[in-house]
Nanobody, 116 residues
Framework: QVQLVESGGGLVQPGGSLRLSCAAS????????MTWYRQAPGNERELVAS????????NYADSVKGRFTISRDNAKNTVYLQMNSLKPEDTAVYYC?????????WGQGTQVTVSS
């Protein structure tokens, strides 16, 4: 079955960096687009960044462009989110997502807190 496991979250000061990882299993990883979402308390879940299968084209929310980078390692079945110049408003639970055959799969999420 499809499984997504996020890791790498934590507490970081404003201006700092974190790299999130999402280990995937149960499907042909390299063929599928992968997406990072986040949800802050009281807010709806929002798309942060996505990367296609194949050539790995990327897309970012305006709020993270130039600061975050999504990438994938198909040999390791893992998608990453490198987050630089973090701001307090980046504080949220970050989720990994894949759509497969009309179903949406989510990981358990990893908490990112940006605070001094």
């Amino acid at each position: 079955q499809v499984q997504l496991v996020e890791s790498g979250g934590g507490l970081v000061q404003p201006g700092g960096s974190l790299r999130l990882s999402c280990a995937a299993s149960g499907f042909s990883f390299s063929s599928y687009a992968m997406t990072w979402y986040r949800q802050a308390p009281g807010n709806e879940r929002e798309l942060v960044a996505s990367i296609t299968g194949g050539v790995g084209s990327t897309n970012y929310a305006d709020s993270v462009k130039g600061r975050f980078t999504i990438s994938r390692d198909n040999a390791k079945n893992t998608v990453y989110l490198q987050m630089n110049s973090l701001k307090p408003e980046d504080t949220a639970v970050y989720y990994c997502n894949v759509w497969r055959y009309g179903f949406s799969y989510w990981g358990q999420g990893t908490q990112v807190t940006v605070s001094s």
